[in-house]
């Protein structure tokens, strides 16, 4: 049958809609093969735990009464009340050795008295616990039981933003439910969340996910579906996901040691927006500034000094300070590794010594002395004790005492802060201080590096402004 269009202007209409309806047949993937190949390796996995022995019960508001905020998710149980003779929790896991090796997520199993498993095949089984990290959120599970069904693992670093994923868990207990959706970013840095680089997407993702496999379009786990952003406690386009090369190192270790050994440089970093970009003589903001270095630590030993800006690590660009924590955790210690960092506006290269990641150390606060000087910035300092030093990690530096209304105050310096050094020189006593900062040029931008509450941070002074 011949078709024929006399209206010219109908012509590209005509041709929009049927193209537009081969592209939809043609890109949409059919995702049931992975479905029916892939689900007997995934697996339901419940805890029990006893009355006081609940780490995650609590008193307060209904989970849908929580304001928006990165969560991990447990199953439909979790909300419960201090008291009650024993709690459950629900999540997902999925099968990587036929002997009975299995992968979850550590806040599903954490505090259980016991855990349970679910195969495809109905057969409940009681795990052990071989080693969890709440670092980055994972644990080894082990089942006795032979010829298990396994998944094929991928690669995340293959992974590209826009590519389809699915998902198989039970959501609120709903067992192998599948979602799907695409990459919305890699590399994505959460809250409190150091040492893992996640995979954000936009597949639905709800209580009862946790641990369950990311797949790709050939049926290859790809990611460990950890947690959302959310304002109702359940789906809201925003999912993350653990990259499976992230994961399979932390499972090698605690499958061999039942811990893990993270690398370490021993600074405390921040981010370099515009302002301290141009302080810093940065032509564009990037890289991770420097605010501390910890006596003894790795960084020190390599001379690496605060006001450094890091900006490649080990041949990998930096460009957020966020993205350094990540490639750092994943080196052995002892691992020799090359750093470029920006000192003064000067590039150069740094060889360190990886060490290992210790426990977390308290900052105390400090006592007062004696000596005040206000200076042209209008804001009262005087001298550290010897002790104080020691408490701040500082070699020097001077004590805020007051701020008044002046070019501090703007820059934003507060009482009780530490100022260790003025345009990356360093002030080792009110001296020091009064002679850097009469040389300071009105109208420049220079960075002033502080200790807040324990904890170092560059901010940006203008004089005259």
Known sequence: MKL??????????????LLAGRVSAVDLPDFTELVEKSSPAVVNISTVRKAGAN???????ELE???????????????????????????????VSDDGYIL???????????????????????AELIG?????????????????????????????????????????????????????????????????PFIQTDVAINPGNSGGPLFNLDGEVIGINSQIFTRSGGFMGLSFAIPIDVA??????????????????GVLIQEVNKDLADSFNLE???????????????ADKAGLQPGDVITEFNGTNIGLSSELPHLVGRLKPGTK?????????????????????????????????????KGKLNIEVRNLSDEEKDQFQVSGGVLVTNVMDGPGAKAGIRENDVISSIDNKAVKSVKDFNDLVEDLSEGKSVPVLIVRGGSPAFIVLKVGE
């Open 65 to 95: 009464q929580i304001p928006e905020f990165f969560r991990h998710f447990f199953g439909d149980q979790m909300p419960r009340r201090r008291g009650q003779p024993e709690s459950q929790s629900m999540g997902s896991g999925f099968i």
């Open 4 to 17: 024929i269009v006399k209206n010219s202007v109908l012509l590209p209409v005509l041709i929009f809609f």
């Open 132 to 196: 969890a990290d709440a670092k980055s959120d994972l644990a080894v599970l082990k089942v006795e039981a032979e010829d298990l069904p396994t998944l094929k693992l991928g690669s995340s670093a293959d992974l590209k933003v826009g590519e389809w994923v699915l998902a198989i868990g039970s959501p609120f207990g709903f067992d192998y439910s599948v979602t799907a959706g695409i990459v919305s970013a890699k590399g994505r840095s959460l809250p409190n969340e150091n040492y893992v």
């Open 248 to 265: 399979m190192n932390v499972v090698d270790q605690l499958k061999t040691s039942g811990m893990v050994k993270r690398g370490w440089l």
């Open 55 to 61: 780490p995650h019960a609590f008193s307060g508001p």
């Open 337 to 373: 590794a090359r750093m470029e960092v920006v000192r003064q506006g000067k590039e150069r290269s740094i060889s360190v010594v990886v060490g290992e990641l210790p426990g977390d150390d308290e900052v105390v606060a400090s006592r007062p002395a004696n000596v005040v000087s």
């Open 284 to 298: 564009m903001p990037r890289g991770a500034l420097v605010a501390q270095v910890m006596k003894g630590s790795p």
């Open 104 to 126: 979850t997520n550590n806040h599903v199993v954490a505090g259980a008295d016991e855990i349970f498993v679910r195969l495809s095949d109905r057969r409940q089984l009681a």
